[in-house]
């Protein structure tokens, strides 16, 4: 069965500087889909990023890096010079490709503050 | 973008009384499901389904029933409401994993208290 594992349960960081969300995951399957997502105080999920688990190169967007390494099935996600509007919970989620049945699993979170 | 609504956003309800949590996608996906979250917590997956007619329950049992007569709507129904329903509903939809790698797009959510 899959599994997704964020040991941080809660951050707090200083504005500007950088934070690391920490990712790790289990599956079976050599074929398989990451995602992160964002959960700001109004409750909406917002879809981050995916990336599949052939594509290990490493992406940048902004502010925001994602380090993906199947040696230690991790997924982490960095935002550099940290926001106060940064200041959400983030959930790491996998997927498995099982065709016709693909469900997502989705961590348990952690909870991001961005002290001004 | 993504085009997913629910309504109501807020709704408070006494005990026993019947409601339905609507859910609408215009993207024409064929998946759609419903989580169940406390505020910030973890996400629990109750229901979903795969296509018109097509309904599953999903990893936490939930006394919730769903419907999919339409593509578009996804409804979610209490037939009696209790305490322990209040939470938040998250209503999501996708494209299979072929395109666009199964993403599930969110709707904003329903927080439902019931006293």
């Known amino acids: 069965a899959q599994k997704v594992t964020q040991a941080q349960t809660e951050i707090s960081v200083v504005e500007k500087e950088d934070v690391t969300l920490d990712c790790v995951y289990e599956?079976?399957?050599?074929?398989?889909?990451l995602f992160w997502y964002k959960q700001p105080p109004s409750g909406e999920l917002v879809f981050l990023i995916r990336r599949n688990s052939f594509d290990e190169q490493n992406e940048i967007s902004g502010r925001y890096s994602w380090n993906f390494q199947k040696s230690t099935s991790s997924f982490n996600f960095t935002i550099t010079a940290s926001q106060v509007v940064d200041s959400a919970v983030y959930f790491c989620a996998l997927s498995e490709v099982n065709f016709g049945n693909e469900k997502l699993t989705f961590g348990t979170g952690t909870r991001l503050t961005i002290i001004p | 973008e993504a085009d997913i609504y629910q309504t109501p956003r807020y709704l408070v309800i006494g005990t026993g009384k019947k409601i339905t949590l609507e859910c609408s996608q215009t993207m024409g996906h064929d998946k759609m499901y419903w989580y169940q979250q406390d505020p910030g917590m973890e996400l629990h997956l109750i229901h979903y389904?795969?296509?018109?007619?097509?309904?599953e329950k999903g990893d936490l049992s939930s006394e919730s029933t769903v419907s999919r007569i339409r593509t578009e709507h996804f409804p979610l129904t209490l037939e009696s409401a209790r305490p322990s329903h209040t939470s938040q509903y998250l209503c999501?939809?996708?494209?299979?994993?072929?395109?666009?790698?199964?993403?599930?797009?969110f709707g904003p959510g329903t927080r439902l208290t019931v006293l």
């Open positions: 599956t079976r399957d050599t074929t398989y889909y």
């Open positions: 999501a939809s996708s494209l299979p994993l072929g395109l666009a790698g199964g993403t599930l797009f």
């Open positions: 389904s795969y296509g018109v007619n097509s309904t």
